[in-house]
DNA sequence: CGCCAACTTGATCACGTTCAAAATCTGTGG
DNA sequence: CCACAGATTTTGAACGTGATCAAGTTGGCG
């Protein structure tokens, strides 16, 4: 199988946040990944801790029947693992293309043993990371499919600020919906609706924001 | 408005798990709550961080239209907001007449920062409420109503271990509702289904499990 | 005993799914 | 550069799970 040249338009180029934190920067080793390639699998021996540097990676539960659930997009600057457990739960693929730094585990921990400001830092990636799914949990199990994919949408604007309203998402419709609880369709019918009420725009495959305050408006059903 | 005699049919009375870490144990103060009284409001500054003593209490997240997510249960030796972030996202209210230990957040960070052992159990105790979170997050974008309920039943007969197969649920059914993402009619119809079927059984408004295998099943949708 | 809240059951409805097909995009080779 | 092939996205029609609306039933507590 051949190499995929480094899709860079579908990278994001906005200046990467700061290293989580000084003396944990030198421990971090460079990784590549192809597009839907594995990073590590469910049940794995959870060695290493990384940090997105461009691409997006997704964290995947996959049911014994097919079902799939995307738990989380990883995007530049975000940070998978630091919760230290000893083993994934879920599995991690790159969505596209994706660099990571990986940092090993056991060093990690040893450094929050000696630095507080680590162990401060990783509690609070982790908390932050609760919190990112507890508001998940609500979107799921109380918003219809119109407020959750306008929720999204808003979500990934934040995350990326992307230049202006053009939205860079890397993942498929398929993503979004096992994201999201819906099905690939009822994806693209909202999406579509949204289109025709000039919500957003859709060109060339790229969607754009182009009423965000009616945008927001729909994530919370207030239209 | 008169106190509740306390419901001890409706308390866990099973040993309570140990204190997270003895230098944390002097400083919590015993508190008291009646039935549906709120433990702090979503947007309080996070002041203290909590654990079960006895009774039970929900993390609540209420939309503005009146929909409701009841994001998380809290049992006797669970643990409420060391995740120490500065504001609490959610509301939290006693299930039933419920006895919490206190302590205050800002104590209990600076013990996190002279001992490193405190960090690293905080740091656990997030890591453990995340994967929950993430768990709830598979069942409630890709599971069906019936794998749902047996999920939770599940669940709570590994978390209570009651004595044999009694369940001892505290919550109402409106508060399971809330928490599968469902409505109370499609809760009890699927328990009355698992009760046809000779699953669980439920007498006195108590439910047991009969068949806990068969309810694993049902869990998996492998029936 | 009688009241009110919680639970249960039934009938109908709607949102999102499923199945199916067409349109568009992507990449590859001539 | 265009043509073709496979994958992804979009649209359409029928269906089904769980919601909604409505009426009983049970249980706790005065």
């Known amino acids: 199988m051949q190499l995929h ?32 390639q594995e990073i590590y699998a469910e049940g794995e021996p959870a060695n290493y801790c990384y ?20 738990i989380e997009f990883l995007l530049p600057g975000d940070h998978i693992g630091f919760d230290l457990l000893p083993e994934h739960e879920f599995s991690a693929e790159a969505v596209t293309d994706t660099t990571l730094k990986s940092y090993s585990r056991r060093r990690v921990e040893q450094l929050a043993e000696q630095n507080s400001g ?28 119109a407020e959750r994919i306008a929720g999204f949408l808003v979500e990934m604007a934040e995350r990326t600020r992307g230049m202006g309203n053009a939205l860079n998402l890397p993942m498929a419709r398929t993503d979004i919906a096992d994201h999201l609880g819906l099905t690939v ?39």
């Open 5 to 36: 040249h480094l899709a860079t338009a579908r990278t994001f180029p906005s200046p990467l946040p700061a290293a989580p934190s000084d003396p944990l920067e030198p421990l971090g080793v460079v990784q590549s990944f192809r597009r839907d």
């Open 51 to 70: 940090r997105v540097i461009t691409g997006a990676v997704r964290l995947v539960k996959l049911l014994e029947d097919g079902r799939r659930q995307v």
């Open 118 to 145: 680590v162990a401060r830092w990783l509690r609070d990636q982790t908390a932050r990371d609760l919190r990112r799914a507890q508001t998940r949990i609500v979107s799921l199990g109380r918003k219809s499919a």
């Open 185 to 223: 369709e009822t994806v693209c019918r909202t999406l579509s609706r949204l289109k025709q009420t000039n919500t957003i725009a859709i060109a060339g495959g790229k969607i754009s924001i182009s009423n965000r305050h009616q945008l927001e408006l729909v994530s919370r059903e207030l239209h």
